[in-house]
């Protein structure tokens, strides 16, 4: 076996190791970020669908009374 050619194939493997934790990372990264987005937009359309409620509920009581 020869020893001096083992550098090489350790580095490959050390830089498959770290591309194999930049994704790792970066699909972390891409879920917290997917999550955040859509709670936030949840947020809006809970908000729109109160404030359209609100309105009804006045256009209604206008109707009525």
């Known amino acids: 076996m020869c020893l001096w050619h083992a550098g090489p194939m350790r580095e490959a493997a050390s830089d498959l190791g770290m591309?194999?934790?930049a994704?790792?990372?970066l699909l972390v990264a891409a879920w917290i970020l997917f999550k955040?987005?859509?709670g936030?937009?949840?947020a809006v359309?809970?908000?729109a669908l109160v404030i359209g409620?609100?309105?009804?509920v006045i256009w209604a009581l206008g109707k009525l009374l």
Do not use: D, N, P, R
């Open 40 to 42: 936030f937009l949840t």
């Open 36 to 38: 955040f987005v859509l």
């Open 19 to 21: 591309k194999a934790l």
């Open 45 to 47: 359309a809970w908000i």
């Open 53 to 56: 409620a609100g309105i009804a």
């Open 23 to 25: 994704l790792a990372v």
